[in-house]
């Protein structure tokens, strides 16, 4: 059975720090998925990392993959308010013969609370 | 541009008591999928549907069963409603899993 966790859980930051959130899986796979989601509302989808060492940035958020590790790590860079959500990362197990079909497991979420 | 539409948005039941919950997309996605959102916990799949007229079980799907009723349309229907059920169910699409899911806003469901 799949493992996804993630830590920490409850990450309480200053505005203008750096920090990462870490999530390591238990089985083989390459396709991993980091979400944000605010209270309340619905999942919005951040990165997918496809591939060993895959790294993706969008403003103060950086996404990185490390397939042999079973380790994705969400890098923020000069926190800011808005930055406020709960982060899932998910993970999806190939079948037998290779194919996926999209089946994630996530991790269950790190509340990130940037305060001034 | 409506994405991933669920209705209803909020829903009371009472135990024993039938429901079918309702996701449609407009993207042209081939695969669909329901996941349950607990308290403190993330997501869990219930069903999914990779392709039209397939559907598959996935971690939770004990007390539910699905349709694919067409390419857009991918319903949950909870036949004798617990409890245990009360939850936030959320459906996605996607046009490949190489692609991220796009994520309806979600039925707050409460089963007494």
Known sequence: ELKVEQNPLFLSMQEGKNYTIYCNYSTTSDRLYWYRQDPGKSLESLFVLLSNGAVKQEGRLMASLDTKARLSTLHITAAVHDLSATYFCAVDISNAGGTSYGKLTFGQGTILTVHP | ?112
């Open chain 2, 1 to 112: 541009n409506a994405g991933v539409t669920q209705t209803p948005k909020f829903q009371v039941l009472k135990t024993g008591q039938s429901m079918t919950l309702q996701c449609a997309q407009d993207m042209n996605h081939n695969s669909m999928y329901w996941y349950r959102q607990d308290p403190g916990m993330g997501l869990r799949l219930i069903y999914y549907s990779a392709s039209e007229g397939t559907t598959d079980k996935g971690e939770v799907p004990n007390g539910y069963n699905v349709s694919r009723l067409n390419k857009r349309e991918f319903s949950l229907r909870l036949e004798s409603a617990a409890p245990s059920q009360t939850s936030v169910y959320f459906c996605a699409s996607t046009w490949d899993s190489r692609q991220p899911q796009h994520f309806g806003d979600g039925t707050r469901l409460s089963i007494l």
